[in-house]
């Protein structure tokens, strides 16, 4: 089952994103990694979701999309094209996981992560 396990918001400002969110809700901020700012929203005994701040690339310049953990991120690539969605960043491998982008039929930005 793929569970909502972060969000991004994207921005051509990500600085001024990143002084907005942590000024009106208090959110902790860690220090950018690749115009990336990992946040952290609350108590993590508490229900929510962390996520993070980055600078939007030209594929999506602003906005927000949610991420999604899978069991198999190519699984899902080929599941999701054969349900109408578009990859708009193929699959990108980090130390820790594997991460695409994924635009569903409706026209909603979904990140998709395979732990290691």
Do not use: C
Request: aromatic share 12%; net charge negative; no cysteine.
């Amino acid at each position: 089952m793929g569970r909502v396990v972060g969000f991004e918001l994207s921005s051509q400002e990500p600085e001024k994103a990143v002084a907005f969110y942590v000024n009106v809700f208090g959110w902790q901020v860690a220090e950018p990694q690749w115009d990336y700012w990992e946040v952290q929203t609350g108590d993590n005994q508490l229900p929510g979701i962390n996520g993070g701040i980055g600078k939007g690339p030209h594929d999506f310049p602003h906005g927000s999309r949610i991420q999604i953990e899978v069991d198999s991120i190519d699984d899902t690539i080929s599941m999701a094209k054969k349900q109408g969605a578009m990859v708009v960043r193929e699959k990108m491998e980090f130390e820790n996981f594997y991460l695409a982008y994924l635009v569903d039929p409706v026209g909603n930005g979904v990140g998709i992560i395979e732990k290691k």
